[in-house]
């Protein structure tokens, strides 16, 4: 078999070295340099991971007929990756107003768009359908009725599919898995044959292409897709049965997991591609059922691995417990992450990469005011202040995640590729935050 380098098995980016100065180099470029250019806390993408994640994702579909990569934007979204994607010739999933906007500001094609969400206003699926023929994930009954209603005025004939729960869960944190039954995304299988009947009541106005199912995220097993290939195939056969209609297309949604630390074992994206899609064949084969065309929806596994986080380290202090805190200059505003999911990173010094590995653990804390603002909690790390710090993995759901607390304006994002780094997200600033403030004359 081929060797096909998946991304998301490992901590680091796939460009990841170490120079004479022992600093850690992203895509050509030592980090201490990115540092002193742009400042921390310091967002880097590395272009080549995102391009070998990719890369992996096509290779292990390519013996499945007829398929599609759609990058699902809420992982990480700005206009130049959204220009990268494109370039790469995947779709894209987005869920909100901003992120529809952000690829109408990159030129995507209409076709390859997919909207989502549970909660789409009409005038969000308007602005959709006025970039041309979007794909509409319809979650609900509500909305269906309403998409129908504005295909009816509109005369179009929109492109629609309908989320299903399928009853299957990964194994990752509760508040990402969507899968369950009692899933606030999509329908009851049950409600299947009844909602067809309705689409097929509006005269033409909606074209059902297909079912969509997501079942969480992080997950990092193969078994769980092998059961929605299943469960949806018995779907596309019961609509055959009870309306002689064939679905064109299936989308099994994303979810599969990267490498945070050491421990992590997530099934690579070549693997992970290749049995899904097969397995997906089998069930529509085993069933007399033609082949969809097949989408899926990675987010996390195009872009977390690409992703490190630089910090500046500051205070330092040990409390008579015995526990050592590092302070960074960012944290839970940057990387909602582990206070949010109790999610696990990996760290390193990088302006010391062959620095000691000391016998005690230091709590690597953020600077916001939550004590719950922990970036690891134990990190083998012989790190003092002043030290650069870079925590890896945090390409996917930290930017998209990231806030203001406290006040505080949003790290730079620099894309790195071939000794070269452009900014792709400026960094924020005071004056950004006070912008939009306004004061009643009377507290004047
Ligand atoms: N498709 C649909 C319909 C989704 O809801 C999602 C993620 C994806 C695709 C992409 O899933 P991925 O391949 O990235 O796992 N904020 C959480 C993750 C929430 C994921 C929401 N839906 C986190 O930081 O772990």
């Given at each position: 078999m081929m060797l096909v380098q998946s991304?998301?098995?490992?901590?680091?980016?796939?460009?990841t070295t170490i120079n004479e100065d022992e600093h850690l180099v992203i895509g050509g470029i030592d980090t201490v340099e990115l540092a002193e250019k742009f400042g921390t806390p310091l967002w880097i993408m590395d272009e080549q991971t995102i391009l070998d994640s990719i890369k992996a994702f096509k290779e292990g579909l390519a013996g499945y007929p007829n398929h599609q990569i759609l990058y699902a934007g809420k992982a990480f979204l700005c206009t130049a990756i959204c220009h990268l994607i494109k370039k790469q010739g995947l779709g894209l999933d987005v869920v909100s107003p901003g992120e529809l906007a952000t690829a109408r500001a990159a030129g995507f094609p209409a076709e390859i768009i997919f909207m989502h969400g549970n909660n789409k206003s009409a005038a969000e699926i308007e602005e959709g359908l006025a970039l041309g023929n979007v794909n509409i994930v319809i979650d609900n009954e509500s909305e269906l009725l309403m998409v129908a209603e504005i295909a009816q005025r509109l005369g179009k004939m929109v492109r629609v599919f309908l989320r299903v729960i399928p009853g299957v869960e990964p194994d990752t944190h509760v508040h990402i898995v969507?899968?369950?039954?009692?899933?606030?995304?999509g329908f009851a299988l049950e409600a299947l044959i009844p909602l067809v009947q309705r689409i097929q009541s509006f005269d033409g106005a909606l074209q059902l292409v297909g079912l969509h199912a997501h079942i969480g995220s992080?997950?990092?097993?193969?078994e769980p897709y092998f059961e929605i290939s299943e469960i949806l195939a018995d779907c596309y056969k019961e609509l055959l049965d009870s309306f002689q209609i064939e679905l064109p297309e299936l989308d099994i949604g994303g979810g599969l997991g990267i490498a945070y630390t050491d421990a992590d074992k997530p099934t690579s994206i070549y693997e992970w591609a290749k049995k899904t899609s097969e397995q997906v064949a089998k069930s529509f084969k085993q069933r007399g059922l033609a082949l969809p065309k097949l989408l899926v929806e990675p987010g996390r596994t195009i872009v977390g691995t690409a992703g490190v986080t630089l910090y500046r380290a500051g205070h330092k202090k040990r409390l008579p417990s015995g526990v050592t805190y590092l302070a960074v200059d960012g944290g839970m505003a940057d990387n909602p992450r582990p206070i949010t999911y109790d999610a696990k990173y990996t760290a390193c010094i990088a302006n010391r990469m062959r620095a000691p590995i000391p016998d005690k653990p230091l709590g690597l804390v953020?600077?916001?005011?939550?004590?719950?603002?922990?970036?690891?909690?134990?990190s083998y790390l012989s790190a003092e202040t002043g030290d650069l710090i870079a925590v890896f993995g945090t390409g996917a759901y930290n930017l998209s995640m990231a806030s203001n607390y406290n006040r505080t304006p949003r790290p730079a994002c620099v894309l790195v590729a071939g000794g070269k780094a452009d900014i792709i997200v400026e960094r924020e600033t005071n004056e950004d935050l006070l912008k939009l403030d306004r004061v009643p004359d009377r507290l004047r």
């Amino acid at each position: 078999m081929m060797l096909v380098q998946s991304p998301n098995v490992s901590v680091q980016p796939s460009t990841t070295t170490i120079n004479e100065d022992e600093h850690l180099v992203i895509g050509g470029i030592d980090t201490v340099e990115l540092a002193e250019k742009f400042g921390t806390p310091l967002w880097i993408m590395d272009e080549q991971t995102i391009l070998d994640s990719i890369k992996a994702f096509k290779e292990g579909l390519a013996g499945y007929p007829n398929h599609q990569i759609l990058y699902a934007g809420k992982a990480f979204l700005c206009t130049a990756i959204c220009h990268l994607i494109k370039k790469q010739g995947l779709g894209l999933d987005v869920v909100s107003p901003g992120e529809l906007a952000t690829a109408r500001a990159a030129g995507f094609p209409a076709e390859i768009i997919f909207m989502h969400g549970n909660n789409k206003s009409a005038a969000e699926i308007e602005e959709g359908l006025a970039l041309g023929n979007v794909n509409i994930v319809i979650d609900n009954e509500s909305e269906l009725l309403m998409v129908a209603e504005i295909a009816q005025r509109l005369g179009k004939m929109v492109r629609v599919f309908l989320r299903v729960i399928p009853g299957v869960e990964p194994d990752t944190h509760v508040h990402i898995v969507t899968g369950h039954a009692e899933s606030k995304f999509g329908f009851a299988l049950e409600a299947l044959i009844p909602l067809v009947q309705r689409i097929q009541s509006f005269d033409g106005a909606l074209q059902l292409v297909g079912l969509h199912a997501h079942i969480g995220s992080q997950s990092h097993d193969l078994e769980p897709y092998f059961e929605i290939s299943e469960i949806l195939a018995d779907c596309y056969k019961e609509l055959l049965d009870s309306f002689q209609i064939e679905l064109p297309e299936l989308d099994i949604g994303g979810g599969l997991g990267i490498a945070y630390t050491d421990a992590d074992k997530p099934t690579s994206i070549y693997e992970w591609a290749k049995k899904t899609s097969e397995q997906v064949a089998k069930s529509f084969k085993q069933r007399g059922l033609a082949l969809p065309k097949l989408l899926v929806e990675p987010g996390r596994t195009i872009v977390g691995t690409a992703g490190v986080t630089l910090y500046r380290a500051g205070h330092k202090k040990r409390l008579p417990s015995g526990v050592t805190y590092l302070a960074v200059d960012g944290g839970m505003a940057d990387n909602p992450r582990p206070i949010t999911y109790d999610a696990k990173y990996t760290a390193c010094i990088a302006n010391r990469m062959r620095a000691p590995i000391p016998d005690k653990p230091l709590g690597l804390v953020g600077k916001f005011c939550e004590s719950g603002d922990i970036i690891i909690k134990e990190s083998y790390l012989s790190a003092e202040t002043g030290d650069l710090i870079a925590v890896f993995g945090t390409g996917a759901y930290n930017l998209s995640m990231a806030s203001n607390y406290n006040r505080t304006p949003r790290p730079a994002c620099v894309l790195v590729a071939g000794g070269k780094a452009d900014i792709i997200v400026e960094r924020e600033t005071n004056e950004d935050l006070l912008k939009l403030d306004r004061v009643p004359d009377r507290l004047r």
